[in-house]
């Protein structure tokens, strides 16, 4: 049964939320009464749409349905996730809750985008204080994983972690923040660095150009992928944390900042920084610089995906539950039908995967057929476990052929077929599909060695029975056109 995710408030951070439910397959229902919402979502979702499953490298569900909605009751109704993202005033944020309250189930969270206000404050006044919790997200919402998720003393365990559950089926990594605090955790960190930033500006010490190149040229870097005590630890060397407090800990006395000293925010302080930050990228359109954005977090957090680490190994779990939604198989033993081509990747074509003419790129076939040979291994008893303990498949020999293009974030899907195991030898044969056009085949000839030895060994029994079987069950299948082919050879 298809999930309903209520979205009060349609903005940047509204719209993203909505992105990241709908695309995750929930059901949005939107209220914002500005007459432009519905073109401002959209052209979030279009960005999202972009972008959004370039981080997955399994098939993103089927897309919820949207909706607009004139009042806060029809928008709430069903729902199990609300989440507010109006402007940050605390009256229009607390009649807000008034009218959801009235309306919508119990049972739901209700979550709120701000950046600074307490839950204990949000849920002042309200009729069910429990239901309501602090989810501050990060924009883009639907790339960065972050929500720091804040209780209050009224919420109960069950809230939370239900909240947590929701999050995380989205594919987002809640920050649990145990004490409530005005501006959380990021925020807070964030705040410093921007009102030092203000005293360089405003000082003649450096440009809003400079200050985003040395943010983005080193530490920031560092920090996309390590934190901040993490790196100190690091710069420590071998003695660690303990050592680099005591190198540096004295500069902590030292008059470096001005974090408790703010500038005056005059009109010449905006005229100043407006003035150099349109100097910096008034040349670009807003959503030109959002794709930018995106393309950039993208390429970095799938770089993160192949470590494991970080950002990366959220996606990476978010892969596997929606591989098993899907129901993509992951085991020999759970083959519904064997006689028919076994589906071995289902995913949307990433931003990083084109080429020049705007389609994806030859290497990028040969990424999507080698991953579904991994597949194919997996299924049959060769796994991460198996290769450890010392056996694993060598590909020998490939042949591709490219029959039609593919673009940015058309879903392709590989079916698999097994034509031959024997002894030490499997014989695959991949077709790559986009709804009914052929995109590609691939032929692989994989040959099964011992890691210690480095040579040809022959499969294990766990191996050579599942594979037997899938053999036995395919072999009444037509002979697949282009077997055997040739480079070159007349079509």
Request: aromatic letters at 6%; proline letters at 5%.
């Amino acid at each position: 049964m298809t999930q309903i995710a209520a979205i009060i408030g349609g903005g940047v951070i509204g719209g993203g939320w909505a992105a990241r439910f709908l695309l995750n397959g929930w059901d949005v229902q939107v209220h914002d009464p500005d007459p432009e919402a519905a073109r401002k979502i959209g052209e979030v979702l279009d960005n999202a749409r972009r972008s959004m499953p370039g981080l997955s490298d399994t098939a993103m569900p089927k897309e919820g349905r949207l909706s607009f909605h004139d009042t806060l009751a029809q928008a709430v109704e069903g729902a199990a996730w609300i989440q507010e993202s109006v402007p940050e005033r605390l009256d229009l944020k607390q009649s807000v809750y008034e009218a959801v309250q009235a309306a919508c189930d119990a049972g739901a969270v209700i979550g709120s985008s701000t950046s600074g206000f307490k839950p204990s404050a949000l849920q002042s006044g309200a009729a069910r204080p429990e239901q309501i919790v602090v989810t501050h997200p990060f924009n883009p919402v639907y790339l960065l994983p972050l929500v720091e998720l804040v209780p209050s003393a009224a919420n109960p365990p069950e809230i939370i972690e239900t909240a947590k559950a929701i999050l995380e089926a989205v594919g987002m990594f809640p920050l649990h923040v145990r004490k409530e605090i005005d501006a959380h955790i990021a925020d807070r960190l964030l705040e410093a660095v921007w009102r030092e930033a203000l005293w360089l500006v405003k000082d003649g010490v450096a440009t809003t150009q400079e200050i985003d190149e040395a943010i983005r040229m080193g530490f920031g870097i560092r920090w996309a992928q390590m934190g901040l005590f993490d790196t100190y630890r690091i710069a420590g060397g071998e003695a660690g944390m303990r050592h680099f407090m005591a190198q540096f800990g004295p500069a902590l006395k030292w008059p470096w900042t001005k974090l408790m000293d703010v500038p005056e925010f005059s009109d010449d302080l905006v005229d100043l920084i407006a003035g150099q930050s349109d100097a910096q990228s008034g040349h670009l359109e807003i959503r030109a610089m959002e794709r930018i954005r995106d393309d950039n977090l993208v390429a970095m957090m799938r770089a993160l995906k192949a470590q494991d680490w970080a950002a990366g190994a959220v996606l990476n779990a978010q892969d596997k539950r929606l591989s098993q939604a899907a129901g993509m198989v992951r085991r020999a033993a759970d083959i519904a039908d064997p006689s028919q081509p076994i589906v071995t990747q289902a995913r949307a074509v990433p931003v990083d995967w084109l080429d020049y003419n705007g389609h994806m790129t030859e290497s990028r076939y040969l990424h999507a057929f080698a991953d579904a040979s991994d597949r194919l291994m997996e299924i049959v008893g060769c796994d991460q476990e198996y290769i450890a303990s010392g056996g694993s498949f060598f590909t020998a020999e490939t042949h591709i052929r490219h029959i039609n293009e593919v673009k940015l974030g058309e879903r392709i899907e590989v079916r698999t077929r097994v034509l031959m195991a024997e002894g030490k030898k499997m014989h695959l044969w991949h077709e790559m599909t986009a709804g009914a056009r052929l995109l590609a085949t691939a032929e692989h000839i994989l040959i099964h060695v011992s890691l210690e030895t480095r040579r040809p060994a022959p499969f294990s029994p766990e191996i050579a029975a599942n594979l037997a079987r899938i053999v036995e069950a395919q072999a009444g299948l037509p002979a697949p056109e282009g077997k055997g082919r040739f480079v070159g050879a007349p079509r």
